[in-house]
């Protein structure tokens, strides 16, 4: 880790209870308060060794998605779009220390990957939860945005998801701890799926719509692909699956949507999930679109979260 800083950013128990319900970003861990030192091991970062509040204190808006090239590009796109006054070569890793995930700031926006599935966004959302909590952020918005494949719709359509629900198209999470299962809320903040909807709108060209997203836990079998390297249903089992879920609402499947949803409303976060999708599930299973092509579509996303960070920063559009 880096270097060390006096134990002076540590609150005390009672500051930090004030925080609580007030727009700021609490853990629901009755342990954390007495700990001496909070080590976020898989971000490189701690209580101890770096001034948390004075790094990230003013963070308003954090944006997720599973790549970590994807994170540093929408980082240095937001440095370009919120104009600010450093070089972009100061636009830098602060995760370098691991390579578990990669953290960037540009002014109130942080850019984080989160790698592929339930897991590993999990493990980054309980350290970066403690970070902004740590760092006694207020009223900050977090953003995934990611890729999944569409169920129904064009390719490179955008959704955004206003129900995370699981392979069972039920709305939950479900958390195993110790031997139990505990059932969590995926509800996502509707206010915020709105007004990410009526942004996109002042897009040209930006199909975007507002559909269920469905979170499962892998990429082939568990999405009802036919091509990975076991599959142990029928063609017409997996259409069937994958019209089914088109009936009960759902226009898109990736793998962190449903943990993102609960962990973050748990935690005072107000959460939206907007991917964009590659393909369309009901006609196939591989996604071989030019890579150019999938490039511009991982950059619609971006484009929408810019244009609703600059809208509520007050500040003026430059992209079209
Ligand atoms: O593009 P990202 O954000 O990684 O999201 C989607 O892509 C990955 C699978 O290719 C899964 O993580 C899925 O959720
Ligand atoms: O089909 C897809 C495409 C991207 N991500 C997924 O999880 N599924």
């Given at each position: 880790m880096a270097s060390s800083f006096p134990a002076s950013n540590t609150s005390t128990r009672s500051e930090r209870n004030t925080y609580v319900g007030k727009g700021f970003v609490h853990v629901k861990n009755p342990y954390l308060d007495s700990m001496d030192e909070d080590v976020l091991y898989h971000l490189d970062l701690?209580?101890?060794?770096h001034n948390l509040p004075e790094m990230f204190g003013d963070v308003k808006f954090v944006c997720v998605g599973g790549s970590p090239n994807r994170m540093k590009a929408f980082a240095l796109f937001m440095h370009k779009e919120?104009?600010?006054?450093?070089?972009?070569?100061?636009?830098?890793?602060?995760?370098?220390?691991?390579?578990?995930?990669?953290?960037?700031?540009?002014?109130?926006?942080?850019?984080?990957?989160?790698?592929?599935?339930?897991?590993?966004?999990?493990?980054?959302?309980?350290?970066?939860?403690?970070?902004?909590?740590?760092?006694?952020?207020?009223?900050?918005?977090?953003?995934?945005?990611?890729?999944?494949?569409g169920v129904g719709i064009a390719p490179g359509s955008v959704v955004i998801t206003d129900r995370a629900v699981d392979s069972f198209f039920k709305p939950r999470f479900e958390q195993v701890i110790l031997d139990n299962v505990v059932t969590r809320s995926t509800e996502l903040d509707k206010e915020l799926a709105e007004e990410l909807f009526n942004c996109s709108k002042e897009i040209p060209d930006f199909p975007t719509l507002i559909g269920h997203t469905m979170c499962t836990y892998d990429f082939y079998e568990g999405q009802g692909r036919l091509d990975g390297a076991l599959c142990s249903f029928s063609r017409e089992k997996g259409l069937d699956y994958l019209k089914r879920a088109y009936n009960a609402g759902i226009r898109n499947i990736e793998m962190e949507s449903t943990v993102f949803a609960a962990m973050c409303r748990l935690c005072g976060l107000k959460a939206a999930v907007v991917c964009v999708t590659l393909l369309n599930r009901l006609e196939c299973d591989q996604i071989n679109s030019p890579h150019d092509v999938l490039v511009e579509y991982q950059k619609r996303p971006q484009l929408l979260i810019s244009r609703f960070i600059k809208q509520r920063l007050g500040l003026r559009d430059q992209t079209s």
């Open positions: 701690g209580t101890k060794t919120l104009r600010l006054e450093d070089s972009e070569e100061d636009v830098k890793d602060i995760c370098a220390g691991t390579d578990r995930y990669c953290m960037y700031k540009t002014g109130p926006v942080l850019s984080i990957s989160h790698g592929m599935g339930i897991p590993s966004i999990s493990i980054m959302l309980h350290e970066l939860i403690k970070l902004l909590y740590h760092a006694r952020c207020c009223d900050v918005t977090i953003i995934r945005i990611g890729t999944s494949g």
